[in-house]
């Protein structure tokens, strides 16, 4: 029997999960986002200005979507060093809110609102909610954990450039997300994309997914920073509640190139279909990674047989904690497009 593990049906929305606009630090408006956005095909944005959550209905439309969100940092060794800002390691985490009325969120702090810009939107009643942020693993996960009760999807942003390691990210739980790709941090700070701390977290049983977004600023440095990274939602309209349930459900991939236009498993066979591409790969838990690479001519379909890894899985010694497999695609470009990951119970 067929099994679509990209939905057969519905349409594919362009998304931007991660923007500042002059809430923020970004340069542009929120209506010019939306502009240049939809310029290029885009219908969803999440607009993740720091440190404050401030709903867009104003902007919403049946052509285009306003996921209310917001980006908060966490500084290491705040105390220590002073003034040595790029020194410290930092935790960014972008909070997507299932409510689109949400405008309050845990582990809001009037310490980190360091923007001028962004002080008009401080009420009274949130300076009473203030909170201390602490750079350690459990103070984070308690932020997570009280993010996931209020309904929020949760993304770690940008390891690479956030100079954290292992030791900083796998004990995060609750993660619904993590960036391999940052159009920002490639641009203006020259780091590569990376997938080490998604399969890390995948490999220590975390359901987290790929996400990749531009964390656009539009200005300074950063004038190019828009449109490089991105996912595509498939679901069956724009409504909030529709797109957030289909990002619940996991029904989306990254990319910073190509295209997934099919995916789905049939006896054991995984089939990919893509826009043409130079390698399809498929990552597992295990050393099980295979490619497939054009050869005279682009690649557009590839089939993975599944079943040895399937009978590997029983022959294990001890139980594999936490199977899964991913699909990862690169274009003649270099560009990549990431699925999520897929459990074993639902390749089967
Ligand atoms: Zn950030
Ligand atoms: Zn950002």
Request: charged fraction near 20%; include cysteine.
């Amino acid at each position: 029997m067929r099994k679509y593990l990209l939905p057969q049906n519905g349409n594919f929305y362009k998304a931007n999960f991660h923007t500042h606009s002059t809430i923020s630090d970004g340069v542009w408006s929120p209506q010019k986002i939306k502009e240049e956005y939809q310029k290029r095909g885009y219908s969803i944005i999440a607009y993740t200005d720091h440190e404050i959550m401030i709903p867009h209905p104003e902007l919403c439309d049946e052509n285009f979507l306003a996921i209310t969100a917001t980006e908060i940092s966490t500084n290491d060794n705040e105390s220590v060093i002073t003034n040595s800002y790029l020194f410290k390691k930092v935790y960014h985490l972008n909070f997507l809110s299932k409510d689109p009325n949400k405008t309050t969120f845990p582990g809001w702090s009037k310490n980190y609102v360091w923007l001028k810009q962004t002080l008009p939107y401080v009420t009274p009643e949130m300076e009473q909610r203030s909170e201390t942020r602490h750079y350690d693993v459990d103070s984070i996960n308690d932020i997570i954990k009280r993010c996931n009760e209020e309904g929020f999807l949760v993304t770690l942003n940008h390891p690479a450039w956030s100079i954290q390691d292992f030791t900083d990210y796998s004990g995060l739980k609750g993660l619904w997300g993590v960036e391999v790709y940052n159009t920002g941090c490639v641009v203006d700070a020259f780091l590569n994309d990376t997938t080490q701390p998604l399969d890390d977290l995948l490999r220590r049983g975390v359901a987290v997914s790929p996400i990749a977004a531009d964390d656009n600023h539009n200005g300074g440095d950063n004038a190019h920073d828009s449109f490089g990274g991105w996912t595509v939602v498939k679901a069956n309209d724009l409504n909030y509640s529709t797109i957030i349930s289909a990002l619940e459900k996991g029904d989306f991939y990254s990319s910073s190139g190509p295209q997934i236009n099919e995916l789905y498993i049939e006896d054991g066979i995984l089939h990919v279909a893509t826009s043409p591409c130079r390698s399809v790969a498929v990552i597992s838990e295990h050393r099980f990674s295979r490619v497939i690479n054009a050869t005279d001519s682009p690649v557009t379909e590839a089939q993975f047989n599944l079943n040895p890894y399937f009978d590997n899985m029983l022959l294990a010694e001890k139980p594999v904690s936490s199977p899964y497999i991913r699909v990862e695609i690169v274009d003649e470009k270099g560009y990549h497009a990431w699925s999520r990951a897929y459990k074993i119970d639902e390749l089967k």
